[in-house]
């Protein structure tokens, strides 16, 4: 486990799901005396924790609770993008350090690790009615069709649901049509120059990372996860609203809402979290292309 993070601004300890990201980031902070900021898309929501694997009582090294971040800020439904990751990275980062504390930034959302330490500048785009009217009158295919003729997506994880893929065609356009618009960040901004971000990947063998996945679900199933989605729609959420957030949530509301069988949800969502983990995988590759050097630690 690498102990040198003093001589960086930030280390950042990432991987694809199921690879021990947060056990090896406590471990990391707990003897360092680091705080943790969390780069995971969806744990930013209250109420939804067995899904999205928040595990906070793995936030303990040695009997001592490790500080956290951006974990539990929003209310699900809310539509937290990537604009508002950066701004609250940059107030939890600047809180962190002015206590003259390390940070640890970890996570499997490589969009959100690299829009902190790459120093991308991101517009922040306004909602479209009129446009988003006229797109839902197609179907998913012409519209992916849409998204490649507008732009090189970031991400095939805009595909994963309808809302997302009509959301990313509207950013496209919005780019399109505002080519000076490069976004404009606060002054309360990081920027870090390349060799002052330590980046450590957690690797696992395929088989081994689908296997442990398959143990997850099963346990998250047993531990609740249907009842979890079941308050969530309960609590006034519609199930479109669920269904946007992919994965857990997509199927375990498509069984909810009778749109699949028990059996079926289960196999297609393990499939569904194994093609995840590979998207993960490619994306860290992508980034290692893009010059950024990660040193992998086997696990």
């Known amino acids: 486990m690498s102990m040198d993070i003093d001589r960086y601004r930030l280390t950042v300890v990432l991987g694809p799901t199921a690879s021990g990201k947060t056990r090896y980031a406590v471990q990391l902070a707990g003897k360092t005396g680091a705080e943790i900021i969390s780069a995971d898309s969806r744990q930013i929501y209250r109420g939804m924790d067995i899904g999205t694997g928040k595990d906070l009582g793995e ?7 490790v500080p956290y971040h951006l974990i539990d800020i929003a209310d699900a439904g809310v539509r937290y993008d990537i604009f508002r990751y950066q701004r609250d990275f940059a107030a939890a980062y600047n809180d962190i350090v002015s206590r003259g504390r390390p940070v640890i930034l970890c996570g499997g959302s490589g969009l959100y690790i ?8 991101i517009p922040e785009v306004p909602s479209n009615p009129a446009l988003r009217t006229e797109l839902e009158q197609y179907s998913d295919e012409y519209l992916i069709d849409m998204l490649k003729s507008l732009t090189t997506p970031h991400n095939t994880t805009d595909y994963d649901t309808r809302k997302r893929l009509i959301r990313a065609i509207e950013i496209a356009v919005y780019q ?3 080519p000076e618009d490069t ?7 990081v920027e870090f120059a390349p060799d002052e971000v330590h980046y450590i990947g957690l690797s696992v063998s395929r088989d081994e990372r689908n296997a442990r996945i398959d143990r997850r679900l099963d346990a998250r199933l047993k531990e609740g996860m249907i009842e979890e989605v079941r308050r969530l729609l309960d609590s006034g959420l519609l199930p479109e609203d669920l269904i946007y957030y992919g994965l857990e949530y997509k199927f375990v509301t498509l069984y909810l809402t009778g749109q699949m069988s028990y059996d079926e949800m289960r196999v297609k969502l393990a499939i569904a979290i194994h093609q995840f983990a590979k998207r993960q995988m490619t994306w860290f590759r992508g980034m290692e292309r893009r010059g950024i050097h990660i040193d992998w630690v086997s696990v």
């Open 59 to 65: 936030y303990v090294y040695e009997g001592r609770p």
């Open 114 to 121: 690299e829009s902190v330490t790459r120093n991308y500048a």
């Open 176 to 178: 399109k049509e505002h």
């Open 183 to 189: 976004g404009v960040f606060g002054k309360s901004m």
